[in-house]
């Protein structure tokens, strides 16, 4: 969160990534830093320990959205 805030105060386009069970937190820390619409991709819980198959698929699901998030466009 922190990093997205500190990108996004240089005027740098900026997306926080986390997963679904911390966005409760994610939300609340956004605003203590001051950016309560920060730009939140979420990924669905957990990532750690899934398969490398799993993963790369839910890379390709989600890496669109995140561009788009970034104002990218393909």
């Keep these: ?8 105060d240089q005027k740098i386009p900026s997306v926080a990534v986390l997963c679904d069970e911390f966005v409760h937190h994610g939300r609340t820390m956004a605003g203590v ?10 990924l669905p819980y957990p990532l750690e320990g899934r ?3 799993e993963l790369a698929e839910i890379a390709r699901q989600f890496y669109p959205k995140l561009l ?4 990218v466009s393909a």
Excluded at 33 to 42: A, F, Q, R, S, Y
Excluded at 68 to 71: A, P, R
């Design 51 to 53: 398969p490398e198959n």
């Design 1 to 8: 969160m922190r990093d997205a805030v500190l990108t996004q």
């Design 68 to 71: 788009q998030q970034l104002g």
């Design 33 to 42: 830093l001051g950016h309560p619409h920060l730009e939140l991709l979420i």
